[in-house]
């Protein structure tokens, strides 16, 4: 049969209900296994099936290109109260091994 590629749509219509499902069952970061959340895994409730969704890859592309990709906002995060206090915490600790404070 024929493979993968040779079903690559290059002028895809990123409107069409499969393609905007695609778009949000298999964002970019789902194409990245270092990034993908758990929820990129196919189930039978959904998740991103990318065999079906491949031909849209155009579409997934473009919507992280223009910033439609939901990814952690590090500045806001960094403001957070609730990180500041773990921070903050964590450096009231010391890190150093036993090993390292015995030869210190």
């Avoid at 778009?23 to 959340?37: I, K």
Wanted: charged share 20%.
């Amino acid at each position: 049969g024929p493979g993968i590629y040779q079903r690559y749509d290059c002028t895809p219509n990123c409107q069409s209900a499969e393609a905007q499902a695609c778009m949000r069952d298999c964002p970019a970061l789902c194409l990245d296994a270092s990034y993908a959340p758990d929820s990129c895994a196919p189930t039978a409730a959904g998740g991103c099936n990318f065999t079906k969704c491949f031909p849209h890859i155009l579409c997934i592309t473009d919507a992280a290109q223009q910033g439609e990709v939901d990814v952690c906002d590090f500045p806001k995060l960094e403001e957070d109260s609730k990180v500041t206090e773990y921070l903050t915490c964590m450096n009231s600790f010391s890190h150093r091994s036993l090993w390292k404070h015995m030869n210190a």
